[in-house]
């Protein structure tokens, strides 16, 4: 297990050391003005940064991680910022990045099809995607693309492995957990069986809040998983009423960058069901 935590913790670094630059960070040196890619979120940027030569792009998220792009509201700076960009890239469904104006030929809007691109498949897939969509837009940089595409993967599936390892080594494959539904996809990949599911929280009924509780007692449920973004507090109240552990994961990547979220949010999940 140790060997296991020291082969993730250096995957992060090095896929950290892909990335040229990241939301909010100061322009480095040497980069070139007028080459701002603004992007909807923070896993987009983490995924563009990591694709695009780094000093020849600065990528720019607008929304912070904590925060539900239901509930976002745009700020003048971020409108200034969506304007001098070269390119605007979002997941269709993300109304507030409509801000910026009509479509000019910057826009690139990606359909996540109902997927979470925090689970590590989804994620790989968001690479693919994305790497032949900058391509066609940046064609010089096709060669570089491509290369630090097939890197990035490599280091997302290898830290992705790590993790499930964590959760079978726990003897937690296949057990019953009731959760968001902006969870449950991150939670399969874990190994996870999600036995319900449920939104945002100001979309629950006292019906709805009834039939979950029936259905984790019926079987068995050892976790209550909320999603940070839409609610953190949506189930605690079938938690406290199953006396079961309540836990918090997040849908987008910290500062720290995707691996090591996804490490945090694995690690919240066996911290919870150990104490």
């Known amino acids: 297990m140790a060997r296991d935590a020291l082969l993730l913790t250096i995957a ?4 950290a ?3 040229s630059g990241c939301s909010g960070k100061p322009q480095e040196a040497g980069q070139p ?11 987009l940027s983490e995924i563009i940064t990591s694709l695009l030569p780094p000093g020849r792009y600065r990528v720019e998220a607008i929304l912070p991680p904590g925060q ?6 745009v700020k003048l700076t971020d409108i200034e910022k969506m304007k001098k960009a070269i390119l605007i890239v979002s997941f269709r469904g993300m109304s507030f990045m409509g801000k910026a104006g009509p479509d000019d030929g910057r826009r690139l809007v990606v359909d996540p099809e109902g997927r979470n691109w925090m689970a590590p498949g989804s994620y790989v897939q968001g690479l693919e995607i994305l790497a032949a969509r900058l391509s066609e837009r940046f064609p010089e940089d096709r060669a570089e693309i491509a290369r630090r595409k097939e890197q990035a993967i490599r280091l ?3 830290g992705a492995e790590t993790l499930v390892r964590k959760v079978t080594g726990a003897g937690l494959l296949g057990k019953p957990v009731i959760a968001s539904s902006m969870q449950k996809e991150p939670l399969q990949w874990m190994g996870f069986q999600v036995v319900a599911e449920y939104g945002m929280q ?6 709805d809040v009834v039939r979950l509780v029936e259905i984790g007692r019926q079987r068995g449920v050892i976790l209550i998983v909320d999603n940070l973004q839409s609610g953190p507090d949506a189930g605690k109240g079938i938690a406290e ?3 079961a552990p309540h836990v918090v994961l ?7 960058g995707y691996l090591a979220t996804l490490q945090e949010n694995v690690d919240a999940l066996l911290s919870a069901v150990r104490k």
């Open 156 to 158: 997302a599936k290898h």
């Open 17 to 19: 050391c892909l990335l």
């Open 12 to 15: 992060a670094m090095v896929l």
């Open 68 to 73: 539900c792009p239901g509930h976002y509201d």
């Open 250 to 256: 997040t849908n987008f990547p910290s500062e720290r």
């Open 202 to 207: 100001e979309s629950m009924s006292a019906r």
């Open 33 to 43: 003005e007028g080459r701002t890619i603004v992007v909807s979120d923070t896993i």
């Open 241 to 243: 009423t199953l006396r």
